[in-house]
């Protein structure tokens, strides 16, 4: 057992609390296993009918996994980074099948990881405190713990605007498109963790009771921009129709995405294509260990955590430099499929 991520029982629910507070609860290989161990047991147990997913103290719900360790790897054999996918993305899929009911409570900063495992739960919930975003492609990286399954199935291209820019969303714009269920003050929920412990028949109703108005969402006002702008499933087509609106919402964008790795904003753009025609959550996953095999190893990955937290001179050189010396070759062989010998499998 690990430290960094507290299990317990409370009534007739388990409980995962995230406890890296000054990592901002980032995931690590020892946590993932410690969860699944946890997740397995609680599956059986007739005792527990619920599962609840928060954190301890600090500002983060989960700020994503350890990508300093996934970088260090990358630049040896990669052998540990794989081993880290690997388990993670069992746990992802873990819940994104499992039969009692998850309450995720994003309450805070949920990025990459932190999405991962709070996707999947039935109920998500979001309060002012939340910070949500995929933000992989200004490391280097690509949105995954499934982000090729989730994002496209969002309303029109909201996914691929969120997967390229890295935008973060607020609790209110998380409850308008889906992404959480339910929009609590932060101060209900402690009530609201102990009244699920003590009726967890009853979650839905619980969380509805202490709910309350969301504020505006912003998001929504610029979804038809987002929509048409966003369109193409080519990046230099979406570069090409936000260069050509003129409108300070879209100067912005694409100067946003002019810091972002060409390599990881093509990826995101095919991942999520081909991710919206998935048979099932696995198949996704096995793509998503095979991309991730990959790029971990890769120049861009390697030069985006450098500069964001090693150096911190937060000016990546991504190479390729441009989308247009991205070449589809390229990007085929990111997406290869693995040896079978090598290729992820779920849990179950």
Known sequence: MTEDVLISTDGRIGRIALNRPRAIHALNLAMCKAMIDALVAWRTDEAIEAVIIEHSEG????????IRMLAESGAKDGTEARAFFHTEYRLNHLLFTYAKPVVAFMD?????GGVGISQPAKYRVATEHTRFAMPETGIGLFPDVGGGWYLPRLEGRVGQYLALTGA?????????????????PSEKLAEAKA???????????????????????????????INRLFASDRYEDILAALEADGSEWAEKERDTLGTKSPQTCKVALRQL??????????????QEYAIGARVVAMHDFLEGVRALIVDKDNSPKWDPATPETVTEDWIDAIFAPLPENEKWTPLI
């Open 59 to 66: 500002r983060g719900f989960c700020a994503g996994g350890d």
């Open 108 to 112: 805070g900063i949920t990025m990459g």
């Open 168 to 184: 973060r969303l607020d609790g209110a714009e998380c409850l308008a498109l889906g992404l959480a269920t339910h929009y609590l």
């Open 195 to 225: 009244r699920i412990a003590a009726h967890p028949d009853r979650i839905g109703g619980i969380l509805g009771e202490l709910s309350a108005t969301a504020p505006h969402a912003a998001v929504m006002d610029h979804l038809d921009k």
């Open 273 to 286: 294509k081909e991710g919206a025609a998935m048979p099932d959550f696995a198949a996704e996953m096995a």
